[in-house]
């Protein structure tokens, strides 16, 4: 009884709180302040098209270094977590059949999807999409060989190469814009690696920044979904 | 101007799904049934993502938010499942 | 030309958006959840190809310039992909987990597959 | 016309997630039924950001020709606010790995008593 009543005592200070909130919310008009630079600015500063990629790789991506350092944080522990015995490791489980139409229409669909997805971290700078997007799209990828064919196992070596290497390339990306830019993770390159507006080679080292984080994250969603599923042979 | 009013009685449709969705995904005492209206509120924000003129992270919440995360949910509850039989 | 494009496009979006509605009404007014899932996917993978038509003929400029017509080609193709092979995935859950069948079904293929040892029978874990 | 703005909308809505969201995670005893109420939780935070960086009649912060073909080229004009897109885009990956780190400890916490129920752990309760 008390419980319930300090619940309810808790949520509606907050509804007050939200209450008051959006009372006092007026709509925008016009960008103000530094988004407004940001928008003004962007396409000649950075000379990506899409403001969200020239914000997330060029303009904040300490915030994007410390993320996919939090994202390789939380796989990490993940796995020392889930992490399975030697007999539970060779004990293989009896799933149901999966339908001859999965298998043969997931052998058609995965290379698609895997295209896709990196067709989506390349064109992160131009059209809506990213790192990001094409990392969940290739652990999506992943999850449907897995549930095509359940008892595969994904080569634990590949995944772990290509997220360290990938790791290591940006931070020494973001060390040449020191040499050869204004600081560390500068995209421009001191202006000559802008190239054309609107084009895939341009706005410096975005597209391969991005690209490379694109496959980081798909490498360690990838990762958290294979100790999820490998964690099914524990009893 | 009239593009946005459609937009807006849009959004009171997905907002008020997404409500109904997130009070069941808490009162109901069935797991699965909890777990997979999670992923419908998920799925609806995506589209309300989209009408704010949001695609990036659309796109993000789409894939992330109501494909993987509803897949671990029910790793786990399938693990769970047979520790329990 | 453009204005004949233009209204042959409306009416194929009027077409996709009148299948899109009968899957709507399939979906509330079919017996089960074989009938609805099957209902769900034929009618609304039609509507969408046709939408992507529409609009496809709305937007079209000169066949030079192919970025919209191209890109609407590319989702017909992976929705003809997709969509008939997850509501399958998902029939056969269903019948794994034992949903039963409408009382009006008279033909069950799978079952007699099944009993002439053609499939394994999708068993719940 | 005042109540119909799609940001006002947008925020309404994500309020009422956070608060239903709080809810679940204060009222129920079943551990993944409180995940899953964080996940409803993190889904209301998002929203609400987004909204907030909403602007009326303005398109997606992306410079194409959309953009280019206004009458006086001011971008400022035409888009929304791109920061509380970026902040989200990285928010929702990390509540991904939130989430996920969340359900591992679920997993060993079942292991451990065999139950979920939160009222069964009270090793440290005295």
Known sequence: MLRNFLIALVLASFGFIFYNLYNSYEPQTELTGIAAHYAENGASEVGAANLVTAVVVSYRSFDTLGEITILFLTAAIISFFLKLSKEDEERVIIHRGTSELLKTASQLLIPLMFLFGIYVFINGHLTPGGGFQGGAIIASAVVLAIMANPNMTINHNVIIWVESISGVSVVLIGVLGIVLGGGFLDSTLDGYGLGEFGTIFSAGTIPIIYSLVGLKVGAELSNILNMYQKSQKEV | MNNEIIYSVIAIGIGSIMLIMAVIAILNNKLSVAIIAAGVVSLFASVLFLLMSAPDVAMTEAAIGSGLSTLIFFYVLNKIKRQNA | ?125 | METLELGKIGLLIGFLLVIVGFWGILQQKNIIKIIVSFTILNTGINLVMVALGYVKGHTAPIIDSSVSQLENHNVLNAIVDPVPQALVLTAIVIGFGVTALLLAYAMKLFKAKKSLEINDFNDLKW
């Open chain 3, 1 to 125: 030309m453009k204005e004949t494009l233009e209204i042959i496009g409306q009416i194929f979006l009027l077409m996709g958006s009148f299948s899109l509605l009968t899957a709507a009404i399939g979906l509330l007014r079919m017996p089960d959840v074989y009938n609805r899932v099957q209902t769900g996917t034929k009618a609304s993978t039609l509507g969408a190809i046709l939408s992507f038509i529409g609009l496809a003929l709305m937007t079209y400029e000169n066949w030079v310039e192919i970025n919209w017509v191209g890109r609407f080609a590319v989702l017909v193709v992976f929705i003809i992909l997709t969509n008939p092979v997850s509501s399958h995935v998902l029939m056969r859950a269903a019948y794994a987990m034992k949903i039963p069948l409408s009382k009006l079904t008279t033909v069950d293929k799978l079952r007699e597959d099944i009993n002439n040892k053609i499939v394994e029978e999708p068993k719940d874990e």
